[in-house]
């Protein structure tokens, strides 16, 4: 299976700070039609997991703009840019390159 | 908009079945994507368990191919998890999802969470 390591396991911040996420993959992630399909998710308390990113650096509708994804083959970033009370929880990348799709172990953003 | 729900016992006794339905409002099941269930464990671990597709081909995760299978109802636009000869380890919140184009899980169900115990 692949494995996602993502780092740091938690993430503390001040608001309107940036916060960084990196997300690595044990094998590359590019698929045969060329697509890479890395996605990140955001998992709010008491709610169910959202969608934010996917193929990437692709904002989901209705996402911000503070949200950008970046990588390639097995090296993957979320970068959050002034971070909001609302961007607080729990962080997953997720591959759906190759089966069994696979999360990552999930990082932590809460507030300083 | 797709809407899920997942609906179940709560409580399951060790080396029994844990069945959960998940209902499908505002897109038929059958007209495409696949249809995927993922739980989430104590902590924040989250396990990708399978799919039954639009047509109705499965794909599970091996780490459960032995114990697991999801069916559907077409008649009531539902689909279902049946994971058997559970333990303790099998508590988890359990969700389903839809997985659209560009093989994104767009849409879940709020989660059930379900309790292995004697």
């Known amino acids: 299976d692949v494995v996602l390591t993502q780092t740091p396991v938690s993430l503390s911040v001040t608001l309107g700070d940036q916060a960084s996420i990196s997300c690595r993959s044990s094998q590359s992630l590019e698929y045969s039609d060329g697509y890479t399909y890395l996605e990140w998710y955001l998992q709010k308390p008491g709610q169910s997991p959202q969608l934010l990113i996917y193929?990437?650096?692709n904002r989901f509708s209705g996402v911000p703009d503070r949200f950008i994804g970046s990588g390639s083959g097995t090296d993957f970033t979320l970068k959050i840019s002034r971070v909001e009370p609302e961007d607080l929880g729990v962080y997953y990348c997720f591959q759906a390159t190759h089966d069994p799709y696979t999360f990552g172990a999930g990082t932590k953003l809460e507030l300083k | 908009e797709i809407q899920l729900q997942e609906s179940g016992p709560g409580l399951v006794k060790p080396s029994q079945s844990l069945s959960l339905t998940c209902s499908v409002t505002g897109y038929t099941i059958t007209s495409g994507y696949d249809w995927s269930w993922i739980r989430k464990f104590p902590g924040n671990k989250m396990e990708w368990m399978g799919y039954?597709?639009?047509?109705?081909?499965?794909n599970y995760n091996p780490s459960l191919k032995s114990r697991i299978s999801i069916t559907r109802d077409t008649s009531k636009n539902q689909f279902f998890l049946q994971l058997n000869s559970v333990t303790t380890e099998d508590t988890a919140t359990y969700y389903c999802a839809s997985i659209t184009d560009y093989y994104v899980m767009d849409a879940w169900g709020q989660g059930a969470s379900v309790t292995v115990s004697s």
């Open positions: 039954i597709s639009y047509s109705g081909s499965t």
């Open positions: 193929e990437v650096s």
